[in-house]
C-alpha cells in the first residue's frame, strides 16, 4: 500500500501482520501494533520524544549482562511482570495464587541441600532463620518428591550475583520436599534492596518521583512433574515497603510473619541471640513444569555496586 495519510501506516502494518501463518503470533502482532499506533496518536508523541523512547529501549539492551537484566527490571518496574503471572495463575486471575515474580536474580545449578541445611555458603550478615515450608495440590494434599529451588538477597540487601564479596552461589540452594511436602533450611533474614537506577529503569523511577525499594522477600521456584513449575516471593510482614514495592509484586497470599526468639535456644547450637522461624504454605497446580530461560547466567566481577536510594516524593495525580 502507498501510505496516504497517517491511518494507512496503520492499516498497511495490520495487512501484512495478517499474512502471519501462527494464530497466536497473528493475534499478539496485530493487538501490539494496534495498541502502539493508538498509544501514539494519543499521546501525540513527538519526534524527540520518540527517538528518546527508541534510545532507552536499546540501552536496557546494552545494560543487560551474564548478571544484571535491566529488561525484566523494566518489566517489572510496570508492573507487567506482576500482571502476566496473575493473569496465568490463579484459575486465570480470578482466585487466590501463590505463583508470583520470577524477578531478575533466578541463576540456575543452584547446590543440592538437604533438608535442613544451611543457604549460607560464606560470612553473611543477618540474623539466622529456621524456614519451614510446605507444597501442596490445589486439594491441600502434601506434594513429595518436588524440587524447590531458592534464592534471596542478603542482610545488607546483595545477592551474590551482585557481590563479588560473597561465595558463588551463597544463600541459594534446591531441596526436595519429604512425603509430608515439606522441606526446611537455614538462612539470613533478608532485607529489603533498592533495585539499581544506574539505566532506564533507574531514570524511569526518577521521573515519576517514585522510591526504587523492594521489601524484603525469599524466592522459592517449585517444581515437579505434572505441575506447572511456580515461582514464589516470600515477603516479610515488618517490611515499611510492602505497600509501595518498586516491583508491584506484593500479594495477601505471600506476606510471610518472621516469629522473633530472643532467649529460647535455637536448632542450631552456634546460634546466640536473636533468631527467626519462618514457616509457609505454598499451593501448586497441573501444568507444564518447564522452566524459562534464566534472566542471569552469571557472578559479578570487581567492586560491589553502591546501594542507592531514592526517596518517594511529591503527591499522586490519580483520581
Known amino acids: 500500500m502507498i501510505i496516504r495519510n497517517q491511518a494507512d501506516v496503520t492499516r498497511a502494518v495490520l495487512a501484512e501482520v495478517e499474512r502471519t501463518p501462527d494464530p497466536r503470533l497473528r493475534r499478539i502482532l496485530a493487538s501490539a501494533v494496534r495498541h502502539l499506533h493508538d498509544f501514539v496518536r494519543e499521546t501525540e508523541l513527538t519526534e524527540p520524544e520518540f527517538r528518546q523512547i527508541c534510545g532507552l529501549v536499546a540501552k536496557a539492551g546494552q545494560l543487560t549482562t551474564p548478571s544484571h537484566n535491566e529488561v525484566v527490571l523494566a518489566a517489572g518496574s510496570l508492573g507487567i511482570s506482576a500482571l502476566v503471572c496473575l493473569l496465568n495463575n490463579g484459575e486465570g486471575g480470578r ?81 526436595t520436599t519429604d512425603a509430608q511436602g515439606a522441606i526446611s533450611f537455614r538462612t539470613v533474614k533478608p532485607s529489603g534492596y533498592p533495585i539499581p537506577v544506574t539505566g532506564p529503569v533507574g531514570a524511569l523511577i526518577k521521573a515519576q518521583g517514585r522510591h526504587n525499594m523492594r521489601p524484603a522477600h525469599i524466592h522459592f521456584m517449585v517444581r515437579k512433574p505434572g505441575y506447572k513449575t511456580q515461582f514464589s516471593q516470600l515477603y516479610s510482614s515488618d517490611d ?45 497446580q497441573p501444568g507444564d513444569d518447564a522452566l524459562p530461560p534464566p534472566p542471569i547466567t552469571g557472578k559479578a566481577q570487581g567492586e560491589r555496586p553502591p546501594l542507592v536510594v531514592l526517596e518517594r516524593t511529591g503527591e499522586t495525580t490519580a483520581k
Open 95 to 175: 482466585g487466590k495464587t501463590t505463583a508470583n515474580l520470577m524477578g531478575p536474580f533466578w541463576r540456575m545449578g543452584s547446590p543440592p541441600t538437604p533438608n535442613g541445611g544451611s543457604i549460607v555458603r560464606s560470612p553473611t550478615p543477618g540474623d539466622p532463620v529456621f524456614v519451614k515450608a510446605w507444597v501442596v495440590d490445589g486439594s491441600g494434599k502434601p506434594v513429595p518428591e518436588a524440587e524447590v529451588d531458592i534464592w534471596q538477597a542478603s542482610g545488607e540487601g546483595y545477592y551474590e550475583n551482585q557481590d563479588p564479596q560473597q561465595a558463588d552461589m551463597n544463600l541459594r540452594g534446591k531441596f
Open 240 to 284: 515499611p515497603h510492602l505497600e509501595t514495592d518498586v516491583q508491584f509484586g506484593v500479594t495477601q497470599a505471600l506476606v510471610g510473619r518472621y516469629v522473633a526468639h530472643e532467649n529460647e535456644p535455637a536448632p542450631a547450637p552456634d546460634v546466640q541471640g536473636r533468631w527467626y522461624t519462618l514457616e509457609h504454605r505454598f499451593v501448586i
